[in-house]
């Protein structure tokens, strides 16, 4: 069943970034949303979510209501010199829960304790946020997406600025949430390795080149599509059941013909 569907979706600000594009996040699947910075992968992102207003097309729920999200934002984007605790900010993902004039219940306290420890960061739960490290802060923000009970989990770009082992274990814990808790994940990247080894479904997106394809990962990760979308030479390779991407020289048409199909898969 889809959890929410896009149809001849039209994206931007004040004018279209892509072109009309058709996109479904089903539930149990993980969608990886990938293309280059300024791609147009954060306003697809904010479309889908219903924060931005399409330009055209619709956005539809099939179950009627729009499903429990748990948002994790870009790490960047946020002022980590809150004068709050780490229980505090974690406490906020159950304001949905709670309703606009209601105060967090013993049980709102217990559910955003067990989800820091669930993380792995119950003995932080005290400490300021200003106080804590990049990685830290980041599983903070996961925390109090789960704290929400959601649905459909969705990181905007979560492993930025992480060496390629704190990357890993970020993506190895969001997988262990999404199979404890039954969820839908989407997931916002521009680096490969986040979406090669966790998605089931990827969605390569590019508004300098016109790119918008969706299909399985099995599909999508490929040279010849991966290389129409960075406008550089790609190799695939399995070793010892993971997927290798390497990128390399730039081709000399500059990444092959634009995408025109936007259901180029479902």
Known sequence: ??????????????????????????AGTTLGVLGPNGAGKTALLKSMLGLLPLLGGQRVLPQGTSPRIGYVPQRDRLD??????VLDVVLMGRTRLIGPVKRFSPRDRTAAREALTEIGIGDLADRPVHALS????????IARAIAAEPELLVLDEPT?????AAERVLLELVERLKRAHNLS?????????????????????????????VGPASEMINPKRLGELYGREVR??????????????????????KARDSGASK
């Open 185 to 213: 994940v989407v997931l916002v990247t521009h680096q490969l390795i986040a979406v090669a080894g966790f998605a089931t479904e990827v969605a390569l997106v590019d508004r300098e080149r016109g790119v918008f394809q």
């Open 80 to 85: 980590i010199s809150w004068s709050l605790s």
């Open 160 to 164: 930025s600025a992480m060496d390629p």
């Open 134 to 141: 990049g990685g830290q802060h980041q599983k903070v923000l």
């Open 236 to 257: 695939v390779a399995q070793i010892d059941g993971q997927t290798a991407v390497v990128i390399g020289a730039p081709v000399a048409n500059g990444g092959g013909a």
């Open 1 to 26: 069943m889809d959890l929410v569907r896009l149809e001849r979706a039209v994206i931007g600000y004040r004018t279209p970034l892509l072109p009309p594009l058709d996109l479904a996040v089903r």
